[in-house]
C-alpha cells in the first residue's frame, strides 16, 4: 500500500501548482535523507522528475516564476538536488537522469545569478551520481567558465569545487590550469587561498617547472598569512616531482631567500640531508649559499644551512673553480668574517649561532692560515650567557687542547645521509616514474625473526633498553630473567650481585625453531648516567633447535649511583 501510495504521490507531481510542487520536492528530499526504504521507493519517480525537470529547461510553465529568464530557478535547484540523491549510487536512476542534465548543463544562461545557481546544481548532481565520463567533463568545464565570473563569490565556489573533484578527474580540472593560476593574483584573500589550494594539487610530474615559477612568483607576493601555506606546498611539491637534485637546491633556496622565516621546521635537516646526498653538487651549492648569507642574514634557515653548508664544504669556496657558478674569490678571512657577523648579529638565534660556531669550528681542519683566529674566536664563547652555546665552546677548546689529536677526525665530512625513508627525485632516481612519499615508521623494538631455509642468512638485532635494575638484595643472586621469547628465539638476562656502582649482565641466547639463524647481533642502550661496555660475543650465529648457545658479557658502571637498583639507592 505504501509503494502504491509512492507511485500516486509521484504520477501527481505533475498536476500540482507551482507551489506546491515545490514543497511537494522539499517534502520528498525530506523523507529519501530520512528513510533509505522511502529512497528506494521514490526512485520509481526519477521519470516523472526528469520530466517536470525538461519542462522548466525548454519552455517553462509560468511567467510569473521567472527570474531573469531562468524559468522558476527555485523549483529546479530543488529538483535537482532530488535528482541527486535518489541517482547517488544506483545506476538505472542514474541513466535516467543523464540526459536531462546535459541537456540543463548546455541550455541554462550562466551569465546571470540564477542561471549560475542553477547550472551549481547540476555540477553538484553530476559529479554525485554514477553519470558519463563526458557529462563530468562538461561539468568541469562549467565550473572552468565560472572561474571567469566577475562575482568573486562564484569563483570561490567554483575553487572549492573543483578542490573536492581534483582528486577524480585530475586530467579535465588540469585543462583550467591557467584561470586557476591567474585567480592567484585576485584581490580577495580566500580567492587567493582557494586558488593556492588548487594549484598546488594539480601540480604534477609533467608541469613541475610551469607551475613552479607561478607559485615562485606568488611566493613573492602573496600576504604573510599565506607565506608559510604556500612555502610547506612549494617544498612537498618540489620533494615528491623534481626533475633534478640541482632543480630542487636552487628551489628550496629560492624559498628560503623569498619567505624563509615562515617555513617549516624540518626544512632546515631536509635540505642538509639533500644537500649531503648531491656530491657532485657541493661546490656549486656552497658557492650559492656564502652569495646569499652575505647578501642578507635575516632569514635565519637559510643562515643556519648556510652555516652547516660553508663548514662543511668551506675549501671548495676557497678554490673559487666552481664550473657552475660565476668565479669569486673568496678569501680565508672573509668566510670567518661572514661567520663572526652571524655570531655575532642581533637577528641570529641562539640555534643560528650554533651553527656557526660548529662551522667555524670545523674550518679549523679545511683553512690553514686562520687556526689560530678561530681558537680566538671559540674560547670567546666559552663564557656565554646561552648555556647551549657555552657548552659547544668549551668542548671546542677542549678538542684545541687536550685533544688536539683527536681534532681532525672528529670535524671530518659528514657522511651521505640514508634517504631509504624519503622520496627520490624524478628523473634520478634510477628507478622510473615518480615514487608517493611514505612516513617514516619507527622502528620496533623487538626481534624480527622469520621462517626461512636452513641455507638462508637471517641478521637479527635486538635492541635492549636499559633504565635501572630493580631492588636487589646483596647477599642473593638473582635469576636469570627470559627478556625476549618469540619465533623460537629465547633471549634470558641474568646479574650478578652489584658492586659498589658496576653491575655485570649476561645475556644468554638460544634458537629452538628448526631454522639456524646468523649474523646475530645484540645491541644495548642505556640512559646518559650510566656507562656501557659490552665485551665480544662467544659467536654471531645461533644453531637449530637449541644445540648451542652464544652469551655475551655487558659491564655497566654508574659512578653517580643515580637511578633505582644500584647499591644503597631506593628502587
Not at 119 to 128: N, S
Request: aromatic share 4%; hydrophobic share 40%; net charge negative.
Amino acid at each position: 500500500a505504501r509503494r502504491q501510495r509512492v507511485s500516486i504521490a509521484g504520477a501527481n507531481l505533475l498536476l500540482l501548482f507551482p507551489g506546491v510542487l515545490h514543497g511537494a520536492v522539499i517534502l520528498i528530499t525530506e523523507l529519501c535523507e530520512r528513510n533509505a526504504q522511502t529512497l528506494v521507493q521514490f526512485r520509481e519517480a526519477v521519470p516523472e522528475l526528469v520530466h517536470i525537470m525538461r519542462g522548466l529547461v525548454t519552455s517553462g510553465y509560468s511567467p510569473e516564476h521567472t527570474v531573469a529568464g531562468i524559468s522558476d530557478p527555485f523549483l529546479q535547484v530543488r529538483i535537482l538536488r532530488l535528482l541527486r540523491i535518489l541517482g547517488r549510487n544506483n545506476d538505472t536512476a542514474s541513466d535516467a537522469m543523464n540526459d536531462l542534465l546535459a541537456q540543463v548543463a548546455t541550455n541554462t544562461d550562466s551569465s546571470k545569478t540564477a542561471g549560475s545557481a542553477v547550472l551549481y546544481e547540476t555540477v553538484l548532481t553530476v559529479m554525485d551520481i554514477k553519470s558519463e565520463s563526458g557529462l563530468r567533463v562538461l561539468a568541469v568545464n562549467i565550473l572552468g567558465r565560472f572561474l571567469l565570473n566577475n562575482d568573486r563569490n562564484i569563483r570561490y565556489i567554483s575553487m572549492t569545487s573543483l578542490q573536492k573533484i581534483v582528486s577524480t578527474d585530475h586530467n579535465a580540472v588540469q585543462r583550467h590550469r591557467g584561470t586557476i593560476v591567474d585567480c592567484l593574483k585576485d584581490q580577495d584573500a580566500s580567492v587567493k587561498r582557494r586558488a593556492l589550494e588548487l594549484s598546488l594539487a594539480l601540480v604534477s610530474a609533467i608541469n613541475i617547472r610551469s607551475m613552479m615559477k607561478e607559485l615562485l612568483l606568488f611566493l613573492s607576493t602573496c600576504p604573510p598569512e599565506l607565506k608559510s601555506h604556500a612555502a610547506s606546498g612549494i617544498f612537498n611539491a618540489a620533494e615528491r616531482y623534481s626533475p633534478s637534485q640541482r632543480w630542487h637546491i636552487d628551489t628550496i633556496l629560492h624559498v628560503l631567500i623569498t619567505a624563509g622565516a615562515d617555513v617549516r621546521d624540518e626544512t632546515v635537516p631536509n635540505l642538509i640531508q639533500l644537500i649531503t646526498n648531491a656530491s657532485q653538487l657541493h661546490c656549486y651549492t656552497v658557492h650559492k649559499l656564502y652569495r646569499a648569507l652575505v647578501a642578507d642574514i635575516s632569514q635565519q634557515p637559510l643562515v643556519q644551512v648556510a652555516c652547516w653548508c660553508i663548514g662543511e664544504y668551506g675549501d671548495s669556496l676557497l678554490q673559487g673553480d666552481c664550473e657552475e657558478t660565476e668565479p669569486i674569490q673568496v678569501t680565508e678571512d672573509d668566510i670567518l668574517d661572514a661567520l663572526e657577523t652571524v655570531l655575532q648579529s642581533h637577528m641570529s638565534s641562539p640555534a643560528t649561532r650554533g651553527f656557526a660556531l660548529t662551522a667555524t669550528m670545523k674550518l679549523s681542519t679545511r683553512i690553514t692560515e686562520n687556526v689560530d683566529r678561530i681558537r680566538s674566536i671559540v674560547s670567546i664563547y666559552g663564557s656565554c650567557m646561552d648555556v647551549e652555546l657555552q657548552q659547544r665552546a668549551v668542548e671546542y677548546n677542549a678538542l684545541f687542547k687536550k685533544y688536539d689529536h683527536m681534532r681532525a677526525a672528529v670535524l671530518e665530512k659528514m657522511p651521505v645521509m640514508d634517504r631509504s625513508s624519503m622520496g627520490q627525485t624524478n628523473g634520478e632516481s634510477g628507478g622510473g616514474g615518480v615514487q608517493e612519499l611514505e612516513p617514516t615508521k619507527p622502528k620496533q623494538p623487538e626481534m624480527m625473526v622469520a621462517p626461512q631455509p636452513a641455507s638462508q642468512v637471517g641478521a637479527v638485532f635486538l635492541y635492549i633498553v636499559y633504565y635501572g635494575m630493580v631492588t636487589m638484595d646483596p647477599s642473593v643472586a638473582p635469576a636469570a630473567v627470559t627478556v625476549y621469547d618469540k619465533s623460537g628465539v629465547v633471549l634470558k638476562l641474568s646479574c650478578e650481585r652489584p658492586l659498589d656502582a658496576s653491575q655485570t649482565i649476561t645475556l644468554t641466547a638460544t634458537n629452538t625453531s628448526d631454522h639456524d639463524v646468523s649474523s646475530l647481533t645484540l645491541q644495548a642502550a642505556v640512559p646518559k648516567n650510566v656507562q656501557l661496555q659490552m665485551k665480544a660475543p662467544s659467536g654471531d650465529s645461533l644453531p637449530a633447535r637449541s644445540s648451542a648457545v652464544v652469551t655475551q658479557t655487558v659491564l655497566l658502571n654508574n659512578p653517580n649511583k643515580v637511578g633505582p637498583g644500584w647499591a644503597g639507592t631506593p628502587g
